[in-house]
């Protein structure tokens, strides 16, 4: 199941490579597209599959939005063929009117969303191996073919980007990086208004920063600690803070979840 968004009463998610919405009042998924004859996710015949109004190929994980009227969805263009590049497409509510508005040469990690700009996390690796990775800022005014602001650039070694959150004139994402000896999880606060970056909070030992939540201008947030050879949760802590990270302080008790919502 795919990152699903909510829109003019609708919400909007990815199962498979199909894009479905559902009534909020019901939450009866429709598979998004009104061809009368089109067999959507049990077309067999290749060349027909790609025809489906909610087809979208390639990311099955991919990312869904929805601004000022219209679902942006990121997709694989297969027209490039193999190691081909992304794009982000804006289409109407009823599945129709695709257009293109932004090209990527890589697989975007993340992509959110937020009062015109769209902010795409990604990858790429320099002819050393080396990973280079960070946050680029795309204005969905302009053409696809802009020149992004970079808003920031990852200095972990193997280090990568995920789970780009959007609050008001905030904006957070999640920084890691694995290896044998040490997994760094750091969650990263960029000030839309200042445009800094700060790091709210980190990993402690066994103990790692998770998925956060916001609540009437608050950050609702959680510590997961983990056996070291089984990852299995041992411990999950809950805290409450201010949206720059700002006086924590424990907040209500759960059972071992990763996850708020």
Known sequence: LGISCHGAGYKYFLCG???FYADKSTMKPVILCNKPNCLHEDETEPNKVTSCNAFFPGLSSGSVSFFDGYVYVLERDIDDGPGSACRLVKLSKDGTNRKTVLQFKYEPTSLAIHRGKAYVAGSVYDKDG????????????????????????GKITGGAIQDINCYGQNLYFNEFAMNSEITTVRIQHYDLNTKRTSCIMKENKDSFPSDLAFYKDLIFCSYTTLAYTSGEV??????????DGSKRKKSFPTDNYQNLY
């Not at 080396?130 to 650039?153: H, V």
């Not at 041992?234 to 949206?243: A, E, G, R, S």
Request: glycine letters at 2%; one cysteine or more; aromatic letters at 16%.
């Open 17 to 19: 490579y199909y894009l």
């Open 130 to 153: 080396t990973s280079i990775y960070g946050i680029r800022e795309y204005d969905l005014s302009k053409s696809a073919s802009q020149k992004p602001e970079t808003i920031f650039d």
């Open 234 to 243: 041992i411990q999950v802590d809950n805290y409450v803070c201010n949206l």
